[in-house]
């Protein structure tokens, strides 16, 4: 009977193979893949290095509104294209871009403060005010890995990305000032946005991070979980170059870099920038974004 029912599945397919050769199988494969590329690629050409270039020339002469907008919009383009490579719903991915704080002294603390977000906002704590939104580095596990300190568990080595597909399974390993993180992040992805400093282009200086997150697990299907590798980090560094994800932030993050470095190249800290205000009409339709899953 075992035999009868492989003799007839072989068969099947060896039909079905055929049928694929007649009818140009690899040729149809080949089309439908290239027409996602150019679908990822055309949205990054003209939804995010466009915009790039007028994030660049709304912060001249100075930062203002019309810079903080277009900042948001960006989130909005590199989160769509990041749902559509993941195959993620709406709800389940966001994007936001955080800068560093300016020091009025030595001694104080490092900080990051939210620029822009990507709609919808899905409830969670938008400051309507930028300057009650700072969250001190020392005190979180992301800001920790990429500045190579000790976030009271882990003693860091540097890293150019940080991913975890179940911050929840980590959550005595992951440090995080935020109240009631859990019910917003579940997945992360985190790249560091850079300028370089000199023409040997090994020499950076950081304005800030371009996070994206989910409230569900394994949104970023392929990344490392970077809790596994923390006594391997140069293996760690190897995983990351498997993944598409992975090299489509980062991209964006070194545009945003090229973006507004002149705008505080004259400056070691940059200063953080007016935040859009959330309007109703930014609110999720599904407030409850946890519940929703990958269909």
Known sequence: MIDVTLTT??????????AARWCG???????????MTI????????????ECR?????????????ASRIASGLCDRMNDIMRTILELQPNQLHCCIKLIAPKENPTEDDQLGTWAR?????????????????HSIDKNTVWCAFYGRNDGVTNWTRVNCFSCNDLLKQAPLFKCDRDNWQQFYQSVMVFPI??????????FSRLGFLAFDSPIQNAFRGMPNIFEYRDSISEYRDRLLDSTCFHFGAICADLLGAAIADAFRSTTQPAVLPVV????????????????RRR
């Open 9 to 18: 599945v072989g068969t099947t397919l060896s039909y079905v193979a055929k």
């Open 25 to 35: 199988g690899k040729g149809l494969v080949w089309k439908a893949r290239d027409r």
């Open 39 to 50: 679908s990822i690629l055309q949205n990054l050409h003209i939804g995010v290095v466009h």
């Open 54 to 66: 007028a994030l660049t020339s709304a912060l001249q002469p100075a930062p203002g509104e019309v």
């Open 118 to 134: 990507s709609q919808p906002f899905d409830d969670r704590p938008v400051h309507q005010e930028p300057s009650k939104d700072f």
């Open 194 to 203: 850079n300028f370089a400093i000199g023409s040997d282009n090994r020499s």
């Open 277 to 292: 205000k959330p309007t109703p009409n930014h609110r999720s339709h599904h407030p409850n974004p946890k519940k929703r």
